[in-house]
């Protein structure tokens, strides 16, 4: 069973709409997937999943609400992936689920504000001991300003980690989707899925690398 979380040290970065798309394009082809909701003041995850159920949405996508690590271990097993969606900002137990997954995306706006809090993050866990298998940052949330995306490119590249090539665009459109127990992959406007399924392509490869390299290990 693979372990992929979204983290982020910012409130509202895109964690569970990513975790959402992540979900549903492991469900659609043919994994098992479990999404792990650790934001228990919001558990946007398991209500979306809810809605999503209610309204007939396919593939239907599991999720659960989680307080532990522990409870992870525990509650995986038949699972091909488990999604996880973690809090705001980043605490102990955020660093605990870091370092029991495969694979890490922090999602970050393209502003020093945003950029300077998530590289904090970023290199606080690539030190921490046992390591993290790996960390992917994505750049979410994104305007129309190329200027403004090459920057925030450069400043991830400088500190030395790596950055998911597709972005996620912020668009209105998605937002009625979200509401009616869709992801953004899943959007009836073709641009809005079309840019959405990109950024799915691109985790699924990152989902995969990691894969291969869990079974060299
Ligand atoms: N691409 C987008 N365009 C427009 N709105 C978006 C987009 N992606 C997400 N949103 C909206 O922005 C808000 C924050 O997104 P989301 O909940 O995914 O972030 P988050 O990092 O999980 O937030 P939190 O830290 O509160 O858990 C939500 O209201 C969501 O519906
Ligand atoms: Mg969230």
């Not at 609400?65 to 900002?89: N, P, Q």
């Not at 959007?187 to 990109?198: Q, V």
């Amino acid at each position: 069973m693979q372990v992929i979380s979204f983290v982020g040290q910012k409130g509202g970065v895109g964690k569970s709409s990513l975790a959402r798309v992540m979900a549903v394009a492991a469900a659609r082809r043919g994994q098992k997937v479990l999404i792990c909701d650790f934001d228990l003041e919001q558990l946007s995850c398991v209500e979306w999943a809810a809605t999503r159920l209610k309204n007939g949405v396919e593939p239907e996508v599991d999720a659960r609400a989680f307080k532990s690590l522990k409870k992870l271990r525990k509650s995986t097993e038949g699972f091909d992936l488990a999604v996880v969606d973690t809090r705001g900002l980043a605490d102990e137990l955020t660093t605990d689920l870091c370092r029991e997954s495969d694979l890490v995306f922090l999602p970050t706006g393209t502003s020093m504000d945003d950029l300077r809090p998530t590289l904090a993050l970023a290199r606080a866990l690539a030190k921490r001991r046992g390591g993290v298998a790996k960390i992917v940052l994505v750049l979410t949330m994104v305007g129309k300003s190329e200027r403004q995306m090459e920057q925030a490119r450069l400043v991830i590249e400088q500190a030395g980690f790596d950055l998911l090539e597709q972005t996620w665009p912020l668009r209105d459109g998605f937002q009625a989707e979200f509401d009616a127990g869709r992801a953004g992959s899943e959007a009836s406007n073709p641009y809005l899925r079309d840019s959405a399924r990109a950024l799915e392509q691109a985790m699924l490869a990152q989902v995969d690398l990691a894969s291969v390299a869990a079974a060299a290990r």
